[in-house]
């Protein structure tokens, strides 16, 4: 007869496989489960077993349950651990089976809950070949492979170190995701082109599909990876060795077990979810900055910009645009006084571009440009950027950009001063103003699925209506977007989403 411990995710249905095979089994949880086979007397159980295999959680778990059945272990019998331990515990397994005069395999798997349930797990493999052999007839039942590693703790080193590897992986491939769908990619066409990357792996095109669907029903669940991963840390400090990314990958997957331990490990792309607490943090974020100065300064300054530089003698800092001369945005910045200059602050890879746009229409006054960007000073205290999509504020390059016209982007209050003086673009502003209508307007979305893209289409009725242009999640408030709408589906409060790559429909915006 054979001893099943640990009823969870693998065990459970590595018990169900055995069970369809025809082999004897009775089973054993901590927590007693509704099974028929399922024993409530471990020691009784244990002394009837000819194999014991061990699906308990930890070296915790294996010590204290091993310890109960020890004495069962006669001659003959034989324990095979499948949980993943740490090799000290795996290593006084092996020791105490000896001395108790039993057998001991090394024997963790690979495997998530849909293999244990197809019989499809892979087993690494330490200890006696022959015993192996033995009972290679039994593992078969509930495995697809047998990799056999030599002696232990060869086979849990494996365990362990691979599932850092897998773990760090999806790390890596969770903020992948997030980067290139903020850039316009859709994370649909991020994974067709990683097919053919030599940074693919399998479990990407296992997570992937779920993550798109905020699907976290775990195949291996975040505590249990978190265990393994600390694992990974006590490895490799025992070696010797410097492993960064294993302390980085722990602490996103204990972040991620602190908030919710059954959810799959691949939940740690919650890490991109901003708390309440969160968005009352600002960013400091380096920009160009140009010192305008002289006698002329102001009024210069105000014939290049829409608001009224002299707002800025109180210490405020004031936002502006500099437009061509259809009124349409080639500049966004930000002005404030030092002493009696000028300060304008904008994009850090626009310093260049602004300083010449200045320069040009600087003829006769009594100017000077200097352009201070490089400075230590050279920064700005700027909205968290989930809190800005929350309250609709506007930004460079997402809803500001070159060729909008600025009441599009509903920034006329804050940078358009209608009653100073003339500015490049001044005519065109005053125009939008009397006829109150613009081609198009900024607008709060929500969104009914995680990672939807930047530049992704909005759809009324299969016609286009908008397109987004920023996005970020909020753990209560789900997925946040901005993006602009059309005036002729001024009345539309609910869109189709399109792919920016494929046209495909991927999911549902509302507006907030």
């Known amino acids: 007869m054979t001893l099943l411990l640990g009823l969870g995710i693998i065990g459970s249905r590595s018990a169900d496989q055995l069970i369809a095979a025809g082999h004897p089994l009775k089973t054993w949880n901590r927590t007693q489960k509704d099974r028929p086979e399922t024993t409530p007397e471990l020691a009784e159980a244990a002394s009837q077993a000819d194999v014991i295999l061990c699906y308990l959680r930890d070296d915790q778990a294996v010590r204290e349950v091993f310890s109960q059945i020890e004495e069962h272990l006669s001659e003959g019998k034989t324990f095979i651990n ?28 690979t495997g998530s809950r849909d293999a244990a349930a197809c019989g499809n797990l892979v087993y690494y493999v330490a200890g006696d070949r022959e015993l192996l052999e033995e009972h290679r007839s039994l593992l078969e039942v509930t ?22 590897a ?51 029903t775990p195949h291996f669940s975040t505590e249990n990876m978190a265990k393994d991963t600390n694992y990974a840390i006590q490895l490799a400090d025992s070696a010797g060795i410097t492993a960064d990314l294993n302390h980085l990958t722990w602490a996103r997957l204990f972040e991620a077990e602190m908030r919710d331990a059954s959810e799959d490990f691949s939940s740690t792309v919650r890490q991109h979810q901003t708390t309440d607490l969160e968005l009352e943090e600002d960013v400091e974020i380096s920009c160009s900055r140009i010192r305008v100065k002289g006698p002329d300064a102001e009024r210069y300054l105000n014939g290049q910009v829409t ?16 437009l061509d001369a259809k009124g349409k945005l080639q500049f966004y910045v930000h002005i ?64 500001l950009f070159a060729g909008i016209l600025p009441p ?22 005053s125009r939008m103003k009397r006829a109150g209508k613009t081609n198009r307007h900024l607008v709060k979305l ?13 759809l009324v009725e299969g016609q286009e209506a908008g397109f987004i242009t920023s996005v970020a999640s909020h753990i209560k408030q789900g997925e946040v977007a901005l993006g602009y709408r059309h005036r002729k589906y001024s009345e539309a409060d609910e869109f189709d989403v399109a792919s920016p790559c494929s046209g495909t429909i991927i999911g549902k915006a509302y507006l907030r």
């Not at 232990?152 to 362990?160: G, Q």
């Not at 929500?446 to 909005?458: C, H, R, S, Y």
């Open 446 to 458: 929500a969104l009914d699925k995680p990672l939807i893209p930047t530049k992704a289409k909005l």
């Open 166 to 216: 897998t773990a760090s992986a999806i790390q890596a491939l969770t903020e992948a995701l997030e980067i290139s769908r903020r850039y316009g990619v859709d994370p649909r066409a991020w994974h067709d082109a990683a097919k053919f990357n030599g940074c693919y792996a399998p479990v990407m095109g296992m997570k992937i599909p779920t993550l798109l669907e905020n699907d976290f």
């Open 408 to 429: 599009e982007a509903g920034v006329e209050k804050k940078s358009i001063s209608y009653t100073k003086g003339c500015y490049t673009g001044q005519e065109v502003i």
């Open 82 to 109: 499948h949980a993943t331990i740490d090799p000290e515990t795996t290593l006084w397994l092996e020791r105490q089976c000896k001395a108790a005069g039993g057998n001991f395999l090394d024997a963790p798997f």
């Open 307 to 322: 608001n009224d530089v002299r707002l800025t003698e109180d210490g405020r800092i004031i936002d502006a645009c500099i």
């Open 143 to 164: 495995s697809r492979e047998i990799i056999y590693l030599g002696q232990p703790p060869a086979a849990t080193v494996v365990k362990i170190t691979t599932n850092l």
């Open 336 to 399: 404030h006084c030092e002493e009696e200059d000028f300060i304008v602050q904008g994009p850090i890879d626009l310093a260049k571009e602004i300083y010449t746009r200045l320069d040009k229409y600087l003829i006769a006054d009594d100017v000077e440009l200097i352009d201070e960007s490089q400075d230590e000073t050279a920064y700005l205290i700027v909205t968290n950027e989930t809190r800005r999509i929350i309250e609709g504020v506007p930004r460079w390059p997402n809803e």
